[in-house]
């Protein structure tokens, strides 16, 4: 199984990003998320898909991300806008059959938001 994801980059406030997950070697249903870890802070959940397509986002990321699966092409996707200088960190995607365990993890990738 390989996660890889790409999008990442610097943007200044109030800019957007949307960031990819690339799955490979993953059959069947599955869930996925959006994991980041802000230097000096705990690995926090951004946002979460299930295999039927219900999801989830923190309350500091709601109606600002969007996750997004494309089932066909097997990639997970988070379109982040309005983006604030608290959302710098590396994010990480995650999958697995369990959306509140995951056993698949990316190696991340860097998100700055800095003006």
């Known amino acids: 199984v390989r996660l890889v994801e790409s999008g990442g980059g610097s943007v200044q406030p109030g800019g957007s990003l949307r960031l990819s997950c690339a799955v490979s070697?993953?059959?069947?249903?599955?869930?996925m998320a959006w994991f980041r870890q802000a230097s000096g802070k705990e690995r926090e959940e951004v946002a979460n898909?299930?295999?039927?397509?219900?999801?989830r986002y923190a309350r500091s990321v709601k109606d600002r991300f969007i996750i997004s699966k494309d089932n066909a092409q097997n990639i997970l996707y988070l379109q982040m806008n309005s983006l604030k200088s608290e959302d710098t960190g590396v994010y990480i995607c995650?999958?697995?059959?369990?959306?509140?365990?995951?056993?698949?993890w990316g190696q991340g990738i860097q998100v700055t938001v800095s003006s």
């Open positions: 995650a999958a697995g059959v369990d959306p509140d365990n995951f056993e698949e």
């Open positions: 070697g993953l059959y069947g249903s599955y869930s």
């Open positions: 898909i299930d295999s039927v397509g219900y999801t």
